[in-house]
């Protein structure tokens, strides 16, 4: 089991959750969040004075996965969110040492379903 973390920009969720789905993957977790990375942010001028923006709205997917899904989920998730510009994002696979469904109790990759 994987636990596969993306970070994305926003305007392309959509196109992250309409590739995901097409593979058959609809469970996740998305969470907005800030960052930077190698965009490093942008400057503007707000009221006179000159503002630099250095953490930048993302949004943050979580899936689990069992282990014949990881492919699948990262190439759904490049093909959805591939601009091809800094800033596309970037996604983390990591080891899932347990998972435990509440209502059932159900473990491991019957959990994830």
């Not at 636990?3 to 969720?13: D, E, G, M, R």
């Not at 058959?24 to 998305?30: A, N, S, Y």
């Not at 490049?78 to 510009?85: C, H, V, Y």
């Amino acid at each position: 089991m994987k636990l596969i973390t993306a970070i994305i920009q926003p305007a392309k969720f959509k196109d992250v959750k309409d590739a995901l789905a097409k593979e058959g993957i609809t469970k996740m977790t998305v969470m907005n969040v800030s960052g930077c990375g190698q965009q490093a942010g942008y400057g503007e001028t707000y009221r006179g004075q000159d503002i630099e923006i250095n953490l930048l709205k993302k949004v943050m997917l979580q899936i689990g996965v069992n282990d014949k899904f990881v492919e699948p989920t990262i190439k759904a998730i490049i093909d959805g969110a591939r601009t091809g510009n800094i800033g596309d994002g970037k996604i983390f696979v990591t080891n899932l040492e347990e998972c435990i469904r509440i209502r059932t109790s159900e473990r491991g990759g019957e959990a994830i379903g």
